[in-house]
């Protein structure tokens, strides 16, 4: 009889466990700042005719939850499943029409890439999420010259107030103004800065964004007659790899420094005819920003590594008759790679570029991430760059994957418009 009932009580525990409900995501803002969460926060906009949709790409099939949040509080939420393909797009439209604004996104790994990508009838652009607050930022690469337009959003998705000084560099020097010395950014709000209106006719312009208290995720907006473009700000550091489409146009490296010494600096230059090491020096004043056209050197797309002796942040800047890039560099090359909105738009092409620094070939695969997953599989010599050509436009993302570190940027084009974004790299991968 004793063995009946214990095959009973385990039957009935088995069922309780089935009906248990898993436990609730948590509510967005309660996650500290000082933990390494699995979160991301995003630039969304709704509205000037533009509108934002989300790409996921994950390690895993899970659960999440992303929140659009203005003025202090959530103005809409929904949960997500990645899949059996690790990935996920959503409208930010059918969650909340916000304007600009921004939006937690609480993933199911901590090894997920979520990517914005903003499309208007005439302009394209997109964004890696960041998922880490830093303490000091650069966010460089803007310009507010006649017809440009250069603002600067800071998120702040967490449940205590920030506060930020600011910093701004031109090719002027450090610009004085009242209105960017002290930034307060509520809780759970967005603030954005109009630096066209505060400092117009610069060519060149750095924000050293240093958080004082709680906890901002920094991004860029430039938008100029043709395109927008958004890109994030970045800790500085001393080592820095950038991928550089070729093609018509003009390609500039920005490189800031937030040190008050001067800071020395090389460029590498992975080219048609492999790596030339210490192509350019040069000096970076204090606090000061410098700018390298690529175009000068060869038309055919390029890699580079800047290394300096000091902490810098590095920018890659693609000027067309057809549209406008910005993004930040990496500071990682990595065996894995996440591309979340990658190859998301339609009529458009997407390409992959993938820069091998190391000194053994790697053996590359591109995966597409769909419902239904297609990949592709090819050599990238040692210290040399390649470029991919995405097959298909109906993918949430892409993920790379190479027996060696490689570092991995995309470029979408569309006929008026165009988005470059660095990948994200797994670093435990």
Do not use: H
């Amino acid at each position: 009889m004793t063995r009946y009932l214990m095959l009973a009580l385990i039957g009935l525990l088995a069922v309780a466990a089935a009906l248990t409900p898993q436990p609730p995501l948590p509510v967005p803002g309660d996650i500290a700042a000082s933990d390494p969460p699995a979160v991301a926060v995003c630039a969304v906009e709704e509205g000037r005719g533009r509108t934002t949709s989300l790409g996921i790409v994950s390690v895993v099939n899970g659960r999440g939850r992303f929140t659009a949040f203005a003025g202090g509080r959530p103005t809409g939420s929904t949960i997500f499943e990645t899949g059996s393909s690790g990935s996920t797009s959503i409208p930010v439209v059918d969650i909340s029409a916000v304007g600009i604004a921004a939006g937690l996104a609480e993933l199911p790994d901590i090894d997920t890439g979520v990517g914005s990508v903003v499309v208007g009838e005439e302009t394209l652009s997109a964004n890696t999420c960041a998922s880490t607050p830093a303490r000091q930022t650069i966010l460089g690469g803007g310009s507010t010259l006649s017809g440009e337009s250069l603002e600067l959003q800071l998120m702040n998705p967490y449940a205590g107030e920030a506060v930020v000084e600011l910093t701004v560099v031109s090719e002027v020097g450090i610009e004085s103004s009242d209105t960017l010395a002290t930034v307060i950014i509520p809780s759970r709000s967005s603030i954005v800065l109009d630096l066209a209106e505060i400092l117009p006719g610069r060519a060149t312009l750095s924000v050293i964004i240093d958080t004082i208290r709680g906890s901002v995720i920094p991004v860029g907006r430039f938008a100029n007659d043709i395109d927008t473009a958004i890109w994030s700000a970045t800790p500085p550091q001393q080592d820095w790899f950038l991928v550089s489409p070729g093609g018509e146009g003009r390609r500039s490296v920005i490189v800031s420094t937030s040190s008050p010494a001067d800071v020395n600096y090389q460029i590498d230059v992975y080219g048609p005819d492999g790596l030339v090491e210490a192509m350019i020096e040069g000096v970076i004043p204090g606090r000061g920003i410098i700018s390298v056209d690529l175009s000068t050197l060869t038309d055919q797309q390029v890699a580079i590594r800047v290394i300096s002796t000091g902490p810098v942040a590095s920018f890659l800047r693609l000027d067309r008759d057809s549209g406008v890039g910005l993004t930040s560099g990496s500071t990682s090359p990595s065996t894995k790679w996440l591309m979340p909105g990658a190859a998301s738009v339609g009529e458009s092409t997407t390409l992959v570029y993938i820069l091998n620094p190391d000194i053994e070939d790697a053996t590359v695969t591109v995966s597409e991430r769909r419902s239904a997953t297609t990949a592709e599989q090819f050599p990238v010599p040692a210290d040399s760059l390649i470029v991919y050509e995405v097959s298909e436009i109906s993918a949430d993302g892409l993920a790379i994957e190479s027996d060696v570190p490689i570092v991995a940027t995309w470029l979408t084009i569309r006929e008026s418009s165009l988005a470059l974004a660095t990948g994200v790299p797994v670093l435990d991968g």
